[in-house]
């Protein structure tokens, strides 16, 4: 396998994190080397990394419009929220807390009900932690907050969200919270909303606002925490005194210098568009995502967007396509060398994304969605690139489309009368698509619409079925003869569904990606329909067949007559499905399949790097 990848991918995956920019690479790599000395050493090599320090918190508070307070370094946003938390939270200790509430933002990212739970828990303060609902479009309930301020220790609201990019009302929130409680703690966490949109923390009065210097194109593990000179402040962390004793620890001069460059940058570009900076200005973003917009409704005319449009970050797109879940999509875009993202980053499994949930929108939305985002220094070239591969992923689903428009589609199951059938079944029913059984028993359809009412079934209650490529039979001793009338294949399937032990699965062959030969082996792709039509195994392996999951029975039957020297290789994604097939084709007596190790990705990689 190769050890660097030769197709460069697409990340819009911004919000996120972003790559660090070769200037700013540099720049710490400099520091690093020449500026190494401790900005607590009380020598002269001393007095560089501490003006790299004092220069970035001035270019901060310039930033931010010179709010009367003060920066303090740290690691990034969760540790400036878990700061802002503890430093309240503490203050209130010995107060009897039974009735007062921690209010947070319901769409929050998570890091901020978490802190605001554990430090609750750790103080023993016994206070209710409260998510403050949102509207439709992700606003936040002004009548909600105003209803619980006298009791609140704390209100936390973010300025956008990573999500949805939902920009917050910065303003009609400052107008509920100070005018009822001129000094209640006010945290914003600020992090998707630098650099996108404007951000004043002079005109909006908040007691603590979050930074971190990865999802502007910083290193990871750096940020800056700004706190109002009228906050309560307690150190996280106590040592050696620095940060005037407000982080003891040895600060990251060169993620402080990174971040001090993209401050200047950043302040660059506010206050002259066509300053020397990487950052776009907000035209210019706005441009950008219409632009990926326009792609994407053509590669799918149903999307449905789940976020504001246009009134929310310029960087984000969040939708939802009706028939497809998210794990489909992100498939599909991975093959078509798009990374994006479900939901937030930190989403895993079947993501239901919380955000939108709290936003009300219906579970299709919130179970299927993908956010698109990009950083505010991308390039026109980089959209360009996005664009032309979303409009040859388009092209590939509409030749998809029409070429699969006729004849009998879905997947032909077995009687539900196995375990096995069960997590089966289960799988099979999160695909979108029909599903056909076949057979004779009224009460195995009745079961499955029980167990499974989200699956399209449809029940064939005959013994024999003939359709214009198939033909299918189930005997009295439940054994189901499939045929294929194009290929005259034919296969024998035991219509109580078929288990694979583990010891069956391991001993399927396995070949890693160099041992793939292009000119002699036959590849078998066995991913998902949209996945393939997304990313086709390209030259030298013309030889592909392709079989994907709906039609892994058609696969075996044309595999049923090959030579037995013949080296057929399944592949799939990653590794595991291709596994899997090549073991049921095992159990089935069909010829040995040899299984591709890594994925189609690694594989094309292989095949660019190879000749290249
Ligand atoms: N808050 C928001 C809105 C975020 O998007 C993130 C990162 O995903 C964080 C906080 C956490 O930031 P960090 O990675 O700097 O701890």
């Not at 509430?101 to 739970?117: C, D, F, I, N, S």
């Not at 010891?503 to 036959?522: F, G, L, M, R, T």
Request: a negative charge; proline letters at 6%; aromatic letters at 6%.
């Amino acid at each position: 396998m190769p050890s660097t990848f030769c197709v460069p991918e697409i990340f819009l995956d911004a919000n996120a994190t972003t790559p660090a920019l070769p200037e700013i690479s540099q720049l710490m790599e400099d520091v690093c080397c020449t500026q190494f000395a401790n900005p607590s050493s009380p020598h002269l090599a001393a007095l560089n990394p501490k003006q790299i320090l004092e220069t970035t918190r001035s270019l901060a508070l310039r930033l931010f419009n010179e709010p009367k307070g003060t920066i303090i370094f740290n690691s990034g946003a969760t540790e400036g929220i878990n700061t802002a938390v503890f430093s309240v939270l503490q203050n209130a200790m010995g107060q009897n807390c039974k009735d007062k509430v921690l209010l947070y933002g319901a769409t929050e990212h998570k890091a901020v009900p978490e802190a605001l739970k554990y430090w609750n828990s750790v103080f023993q303060l016994n206070a209710e932690v409260v998510a403050i609902p949102v509207d439709k479009s992700g606003q936040l309930d002004l009548g909600f907050i105003a209803k619980h301020l006298d009791r609140a220790l704390i209100v936390c609201t973010m300025g956008a969200n990573n999500e949805t990019g939902v920009v917050a009302d910065l303003p009609a929130l400052q107008g509920c919270i100070r005018a009822q409680h001129a000094r209640i703690p006010w945290l914003v966490d600020c992090v998707q909303v630098l650099g996108k949109v404007a951000l004043d923390l002079q005109a909006v009065d908040v007691d603590y606002a979050t930074f971190s210097a990865h999802k502007l194109y910083g290193p990871k593990g750096v940020g800056c925490l700004y706190v109002n000179q009228k906050a309560v402040y307690s150190p996280l962390t106590v040592g050696g005194g620095q940060e005037q004793g407000a982080r003891g620890g040895t600060e990251n001069v060169a993620g402080i210098a990174a971040l001090g460059k993209i401050f200047q940058w950043l302040l660059a570009t506010r206050e002259d568009a066509a300053a020397c900076s990487p950052f776009a200005p907000l035209t210019q973003l706005q441009h950008y995502r219409e632009r990926l917009l326009k792609a994407l409704k053509r590669a799918f005319p149903e999307l449905t967007l789940n976020q504001p449009y246009p009134d929310s970050l310029p960087t984000t797109l969040n939708f939802s396509v009706p028939t497809l879940t998210s794990g489909q999509l992100i498939a599909m875009f991975d093959a078509a060398g798009i990374r994006v993202s479900a939901g937030s980053a930190c989403s895993t499994g079947r993501p239901k994304s919380f955000v939108l949930q709290a936003m009300g929108l219906p579970d299709w939305q919130s179970e299927g969605a993908i956010r698109l985002s990009f950083g505010p220094a991308t390039s026109s070239a980089y959209i360009e690139a996005a664009e032309a591969r979303i409009n040859a992923l388009a092209e590939r689903l509409d030749a998809m489309r029409s070429a699969t428009q006729n004849g009998l589609e879905g997947v032909f199951v077995p009687q539900p009368t196995s375990s096995s059938f069960t997590v089966f079944a289960e799988k099979i029913s999160a695909q979108s698509g029909r599903l056909y059984l076949f057979g004779h028993s009224d009460d195995a359809a009745d079961w499955l619409a029980t167990h499974f009412p989200a699956a399209r079934w449809e029940y064939i209650s005959a013994t024999e079925l003939t359709t214009p490529t198939w033909h299918l039979e189930l005997n009295a001793d439940q054994v189901m003869t499939i045929e294929n009338r194009e290929t005259q294949r034919v296969a024998q399937i035991p219509a109580t569904g078929i288990a694979l032990t583990d010891e069956e699965k391991q001993a399927v062959q396995v070949a890693s990606i160099p041992e793939i030969n292009p000119q002699s082996d036959i590849l078998v792709d066995v991913r998902e329909r949209l996945e393939t039509a997304a990313q086709p195994v390209i030259e030298p392996y013309t030889q592909a067949l392709v079989a994907p999951r709906a039609e892994w029975i058609s696969l075996l039957l044309t595999l049923a007559e090959v030579p037995a020297e013949q080296r057929y290789i399944t592949i799939c994604r990653s590794g595991g499905r291709s596994a899997v097939v090549a073991a049921l084709a095992a159990k089935l007596r069909a010829p040995t399949l040899v299984s591709a190790e890594l994925g189609v990705t690694h594989l094309i990689q292989n095949s660019i790097c190879t000749r290249a």
